[in-house]
Nanobody, 130 residues
Framework: QVQLVESGGGLVQAGGSLRLSCAASGSSGRTLSPYNMAWFRQAPGKEREFVAAIDWSGGTTYYTDSVKDRFTISRDNAKNTVYLQMNSLRPEDTAVYYC????????????????????WGQGTQVTVSS
């Protein structure tokens, strides 16, 4: 079993920055390193949407268009942690942010569909005021 715990959310003014963390733990030692990881978000009244993902090696990243050049996903496999650095935040970035782990290890392709991820955290609230 794997647990993902997000942290770092909060209230910030437009134009500000936040850094989200997602710490993985579980009975198996390799809870994060062989897997692609992603961040999704869900705003009130909207469906959960893909934000960013990083492959298991950390060499490839992918972002939804609305966050390109503002958000950066990274990972530290030694710490079993994934990060999402969010800069130039906008009110439309307000949402609950979730991290997720891919179903299969050593996957060369990065998925943007939620169905490709089978472990999810509880989410952390990000609120951007105008």
């Amino acid at each position: 079993q794997v647990q993902l715990v997000e942290s770092g959310g909060g209230l910030v003014q437009a134009g500000g920055s936040l850094r989200l963390s997602c710490a993985a733990s579980g009975s198996s030692g390799r809870t994060l390193s062989p897997y692609n990881m992603a961040w999704f978000r869900q705003a009130p009244g909207k469906e959960r949407e893909f934000v960013a993902a990083i492959d298991w090696s950390g060499g490839t990243t992918y972002y939804t268009d609305s966050v390109k050049d503002r958000f950066t996903i990274s990972r530290d496999n030694a710490k079993n942690t994934v990060y999402l650095q969010m800069n130039s935040l906008r009110p439309e970035d307000t949402a609950v942010y979730y991290c997720a782990r891919s179903q299969t290890p050593f996957n060369s392709g990065i998925a943007t569909m939620s169905g490709a991820y089978n472990y999810w955290g509880q989410g952390t609230q990000v609120t951007v005021s105008s």
